[in-house]
């Protein structure tokens, strides 16, 4: 276990406790982990490599809540703020100080299967009645998805989650192809 990762298990612990208990997190867990997972990412990449990684993973947050914005606008036939009623500026702050952690294709994989995740955890605890509240602590849920995620790499995967050289080949080869070398 790597000596950032127990950096960023307070922040991120932080944002758990806050965020399951008041779905409010404190302004300054965002740009603490930010800067362990920066610090941890520059001693692997470049500091271009990093910037352009954090660059894509920001543009790519940035358009989903531009879509998520136009869907709600459209729905309600008016602009919509989504941080009003449906989002919260701790979230976005969240989904930025993640950034560092992961290459693009990395960073879409997690963000997917997370929000997919945490989408059928919660509706699961809400119908079974253990959540009084329908409000999600998305960024609560994305701590310990991103905890369980590098404990998993770490003890079992063993994979740079900075390169997308992986994932590029599992594309290219397909899942099943011989020729595979992943296979």
Wanted: hydrophobic share 55%; glycine share 4%; net charge negative.
């Amino acid at each position: 276990m790597s000596g950032y990762f127990i950096l960023a298990c307070v922040p991120l612990f932080g944002v758990i406790f806050q965020d399951f208990k008041s779905r409010q997190i404190y302004w300054f867990w965002p740009p603490l982990l930010f800067t362990v997972f920066f610090m941890e990412s520059y001693q692997r990449l470049s500091l271009n490599e990093l910037f352009q990684n954090i660059g894509i993973n920001t543009l790519f947050i940035v358009v989903n809540l531009l879509m998520v914005s136009l869907y709600f606008s459209a729905k309600e036939r008016q602009w919509i703020n989504i941080f009003k009623q449906h989002f919260g500026l701790g979230d976005f702050l969240f989904f930025l100080a993640i950034t560092p952690v992961f290459s693009p294709l990395n960073f879409v994989l997690f963000f997917v299967i997370s929000l997919i995740l945490i989408g059928l955890l919660h509706a699961i605890l809400i119908t079974f009645g253990q959540l009084a509240i329908t409000t999600v602590p998305l960024a609560g849920w994305l701590s310990v998805l991103l905890i369980i995620a590098l404990l998993l790499n770490d003890f079992l995967f063993n994979i740079n989650p900075l390169n997308d050289d992986l994932l590029i080949n599992y594309i290219y080869f397909g899942a099943h192809n011989r020729d595979n070398p992943f296979y």
